[in-house]
């Protein structure tokens, strides 16, 4: 049974920072493509950020490059979201997810299988 765990979501105030981290079991994690997706309130679930399973790539939405950095240790089967200059437009449930995407598939929920509960990130204003 294929299990994704986040953790590291909470309040900050805009400025700040958060390192999300999410642990997944059940799976060969190496061989697999991690991203990160958020949801807002009343807005649909939208890409953040992905690395393949190498860990050699990365792939970042435009309104949170140059602020948010995605990396992985496959050794503790862990993917991260380190998260800073938080704006109150960054708040969202954030889901971790793994999949075996092509990278034509690599920001498209589609392209991911197995999906973590969520962590909730709020930054204030």
């Known amino acids: 049974q294929v299990e994704l765990v986040e953790s590291g979501g909470g309040l900050v105030p805009a400025g700040g920072s958060l390192r999300l981290s999410c642990v997944g079991s059940?799976?060969?994690?190496?061989?697999?493509?991690m991203a990160w997706f958020r949801q807002a309130p009343g807005k649909d679930r939208e890409f953040v950020a992905a690395?393949?399973?190498?860990?050699?790539?990365?792939y970042y939405a435009d309104s949170v490059k140059g602020r948010f950095t995605i990396s992985r240790d496959n050794g503790k089967s862990t993917v991260f979201l380190q998260m800073n200059t938080l704006t109150p437009e960054d708040s969202a449930v954030y889901y971790c997810?793994?999949?075996?995407?092509?990278?034509?598939?690599?920001?498209?929920?589609?392209?991911?299988?197995?999906w973590g509960q969520g962590t909730q990130v709020t930054v204030s204003s």
């Open positions: 059940g799976l060969t994690f190496n061989t697999y493509n």
């Open positions: 690395i393949r399973r190498s860990g050699g790539y990365t």
């Open positions: 997810a793994a999949g075996l995407a092509v990278l034509s598939a690599t920001r498209v929920e589609s392209g991911y299988r197995y």
